[in-house]
């Protein structure tokens, strides 16, 4: 591959402008050829614009070649000087995928340089196809960010060597937050890809973001393309003396500590209903939630700024979530569950974790029957059932062990009479729990399943748009299950779906009653289960008239 050949011309013959210390690079005599003052302070003479000392060191670490190195302000300055060096304004284009840093956008634009993106898979996997077809004759660059900002998630070497090898213009690799991922650095391949420029930077894992220390690395002409172009002195004497400190300190234990306090914040956002935290192979999270808007505006009020990054393509509700000092990490996890737990339907109560808002309490009390229902969609609490008839427990119990919802259901009813009001009541008492702990209904599936179940078929069907429809086709040829009598089924159901205004059509055939009872209320958990989760992809309500 001719490099040469993806210069812009007036680089390509640019003289480049010769410092004093270009010309004697010696360190002792008396230096009257800079025009500096002459009174020491400490920073009164011109930095070494070779940064040779800093380069050694850097290399040193990096195994790579001090003429294979630039190091600039920021890794900022080495993506303007990509565009400097090889886009001829209003005629060259450059590629990169959506959402990504910022940056490449910007600087394209302040170089006047067409920038196209392409939108990343819903999982944040580039499809390499659709990348490169965005690439013609005039794509001098493409920007790969891995691990990419703000999705957190590394690309396989395999896909960026696929991509150097088909494109025939510079791959800039951004690799700003390699020392966080999983994926090993691209580095060692530097040799093998002259069209290669990786990124690195002394902002992240360093820890001397103030600094301003970029550095990229590349085949010695690039490199010497880059010196040429940057400023003369681009990086100061004192961010230089500080970065000698910044490289002897012990950055694989800090990165540990990153590493270890990502696991625990993402295990523990992620068990907070509602949320659904990204892998990472950064140092930040990328969290989606159920209204980013609120939910950063919340946070803020706790003191707590996180990056809301809910407008980038692809990441609609999502908070970019940096992993902090482990008393930081742990007043954000506070906050989160604080701001999500105290905005559910009822105060904190009888153990349920905090950060649960999908649960409600209904307590239903009429001259005849005496009913508590507790709910909470997502799980959280130990479910139980006691109505005083044995069979409509075993019943009431198939619903939290199949759909994975906590329940709660004690009912104190004129048994002496009849099984009607208490088997009728709770129905009532559960139906509009469950309709309470919905919501806004925000992000739920909205519908049920069928399915087959032992011996027995049996189906419910279930639509929690909020309109009342009931159809019940359920044969049983006994009277009795055990303590219950079987119509009492029907009235269950049908008061439960009135009170928790769904669409719900339950039909089943088979030969044992028992069974048929059991696989109805399985059947229920089930569709009750697929009807009530989160889509983690999707927080609108699912209707066309965006309300339910
Ligand atoms: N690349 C990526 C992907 C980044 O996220 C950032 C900072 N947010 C940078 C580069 C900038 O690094 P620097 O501080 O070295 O300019």
């Given at each position: 591959?001719?490099?040469?050949?993806?210069?812009?011309?007036?680089?390509?013959?640019?003289?480049?402008?010769?410092?004093?210390?270009?010309?004697?690079?010696?360190?002792?005599?008396?230096?009257?050829?800079?025009?500096?003052?002459?009174?020491?302070?400490?920073?009164?003479?011109?930095?070494?614009?070779?940064?040779?000392?800093?380069?050694?060191?850097?290399?040193?670490?990096?195994?790579?070649?001090?003429?294979?190195?630039?190091?600039?302000?920021?890794?900022?300055?080495?993506?303007?000087?990509?565009?400097?060096?090889?886009?001829?304004?209003?005629?060259?284009?450059?590629?990169?995928?959506?959402?990504?840093?910022?940056?490449?956008?910007?600087?394209?634009?302040?170089?006047?340089?067409?920038?196209?993106?392409?939108?990343?898979?819903?999982?944040?996997?580039?499809?390499?196809?659709?990348?490169?077809?965005?690439?013609?004759?005039?794509?001098?660059?493409?920007?790969?960010?891995?691990?990419?900002?703000?999705?957190?998630?590394?690309?396989?070497?395999?896909?960026?060597?696929?991509?150097?090898?088909?494109?025939?213009?510079?791959?800039?690799?951004?690799?700003?937050?390699?020392?966080?991922?999983?994926?090993?650095?691209?580095?060692?391949?530097?040799?093998?890809?002259?069209?290669?420029?990786?990124?690195?930077?002394?902002?992240?894992?360093?820890?001397?973001?103030?600094?301003?220390?970029?550095?990229?690395?590349?085949?010695?002409?690039?490199?010497?393309?880059?010196?040429?172009?940057?400023?003369?002195?681009?990086?100061?004497?004192?961010?230089?003396?500080?970065?000698?400190?910044?490289?002897?300190?012990?950055?694989?234990?800090?990165?540990?500590?990153?590493?270890?306090?990502?696991?625990?914040?993402?295990?523990?956002?992620?068990?907070?209903?509602?949320?659904?935290?990204?892998?990472?192979?950064?140092?930040?999270?990328?969290?989606?939630?159920?209204?980013?808007?609120?939910?950063?505006?919340?946070?803020?009020?706790?003191?707590?700024?996180?990056?809301?990054?809910?407008?980038?393509?692809?990441?609609?509700?999502?908070?970019?979530?940096?992993?902090?000092?482990?008393?930081?990490?742990?007043?954000?996890?506070?906050?989160?569950?604080?701001?999500?737990?105290?905005?559910?339907?009822?105060?904190?109560?009888?153990?349920?974790?905090?950060?649960?808002?999908?649960?409600?309490?209904?307590?239903?009390?009429?001259?005849?029957?005496?009913?508590?229902?507790?709910?909470?969609?997502?799980?959280?609490?130990?479910?139980?059932?006691?109505?005083?008839?044995?069979?409509?427990?075993?019943?009431?119990?198939?619903?939290?062990?199949?759909?994975?919802?906590?329940?709660?259901?004690?009912?104190?009813?004129?048994?002496?009479?009849?099984?009607?009001?208490?088997?009728?009541?709770?129905?009532?008492?559960?139906?509009?729990?469950?309709?309470?702990?919905?919501?806004?209904?925000?992000?739920?599936?909205?519908?049920?399943?069928?399915?087959?179940m032992d011996d027995c078929e049996a189906s419910v069907l279930m639509d929690l748009?909020?309109?009342?429809?009931?159809?019940?086709?359920?044969?049983?040829?006994?009277?009795?299950?055990?303590?219950?009598?079987?119509?009492?089924?029907?009235?269950?159901?049908?008061?439960?779906?009135?009170?928790?205004?769904?669409?719900?059509?339950?039909?089943?055939?088979?030969?044992?009653?028992?069974?048929?009872?059991?696989?109805?209320?399985?059947?229920?958990?089930?569709?009750?289960?697929?009807?009530?989760?989160?889509?983690?992809?999707?927080?609108?309500?699912?209707?066309?008239?965006?309300?339910?």
């Amino acid at each position: 591959m001719d490099i040469y050949k993806l210069i812009r011309k007036n680089i390509l013959g640019l003289e480049p402008y010769s410092t004093a210390r270009d010309e004697y690079g010696g360190q002792v005599g008396i230096f009257l050829d800079a025009n500096e003052s002459p009174f020491d302070n400490g920073f009164n003479r011109y930095p070494d614009p070779a940064q040779k000392s800093l380069k050694g060191k850097v290399a040193a670490i990096k195994g790579v070649p001090v003429e294979n190195i630039f190091i600039g302000n920021g890794s900022d300055e080495a993506i303007d000087l990509c565009y400097r060096i090889f886009c001829e304004p209003r005629v060259n284009n450059a590629v990169a995928m959506a959402p990504t840093y910022g940056m490449y956008g910007v600087a394209a634009g302040i170089n006047d340089v067409e920038f196209r993106q392409v939108l990343l898979n819903e999982d944040f996997s580039l499809d390499t196809g659709k990348l490169l077809s965005k690439c013609d004759a005039g794509t001098r660059l493409i920007f790969l960010c891995s691990p990419n900002n703000p999705s957190a998630r590394a690309l396989p070497n395999s896909q960026v060597e696929d991509i150097l090898q088909k494109f025939e213009g510079i791959v800039v690799l951004d690799e700003a937050y390699i020392d966080f991922s999983s994926v090993p650095s691209m580095l060692p391949e530097l040799d093998r890809y002259p069209n290669l420029i990786i990124l690195q930077t002394f902002s992240k894992a360093w820890g001397a973001a103030g600094l301003r220390l970029g550095m990229a690395f590349a085949s010695r002409q690039i490199i010497g393309y880059f010196s040429k172009v940057k400023y003369p002195y681009n990086v100061d004497v004192v961010s230089m003396r500080a970065a000698d400190a910044a490289l002897s300190a012990d950055v694989a234990a800090k990165v540990r500590i990153t590493l270890s306090e990502r696991a625990r914040v993402s295990d523990a956002l992620s068990a907070i209903p509602g949320l659904f935290v990204y892998p990472s192979d950064a140092n930040f999270l990328l969290v989606k939630v159920p209204d980013a808007d609120v939910m950063y505006g919340k946070l803020l009020e706790r003191g707590i700024i996180v990056r809301n990054r809910s407008n980038m393509p692809g990441c609609a509700g999502c908070l970019r979530v940096t992993i902090g000092t482990p008393a930081e990490n742990d007043a954000l996890l506070a906050a989160f569950a604080g701001i999500l737990g105290s905005g559910g339907t009822v105060p904190e109560a009888e153990g349920l974790p905090a950060g649960f808002s999908r649960w409600a309490e209904v307590r239903r009390k009429t001259g005849e029957t005496d009913v508590y229902v507790r709910i909470c969609l997502d799980g959280g609490f130990e479910s139980s059932s006691d109505t005083g008839l044995k069979f409509f427990d075993h019943m009431l119990d198939q619903i939290p062990r199949h759909s994975g919802v906590a329940l709660k259901v004690k009912a104190a009813g004129d048994l002496d009479v009849d099984e009607h009001h208490t088997v009728e009541d709770v129905g009532i008492a559960l139906g509009e729990a469950i309709g309470k702990a919905l919501g806004d209904k925000r992000g739920i599936e909205r519908y049920g399943f069928v399915l087959p179940m032992d011996d027995c078929e049996a189906s419910v069907l279930m639509d929690l748009g909020g309109r009342i429809d009931f159809e019940w086709d359920v044969p049983f040829t006994r009277e009795y299950l055990g303590d219950v009598p079987t119509e009492m089924f029907r009235h269950f159901f049908k008061s439960m779906c009135e009170a928790m205004k769904c669409n719900l059509h339950v039909k089943a055939s088979g030969e044992n009653n028992h069974h048929l009872a059991e696989s109805v209320f399985k059947a229920f958990a089930k569709a009750l289960r697929a009807a009530v989760r989160r889509d983690a992809w999707n927080y609108d309500v699912p209707s066309s008239k965006g309300t339910l």
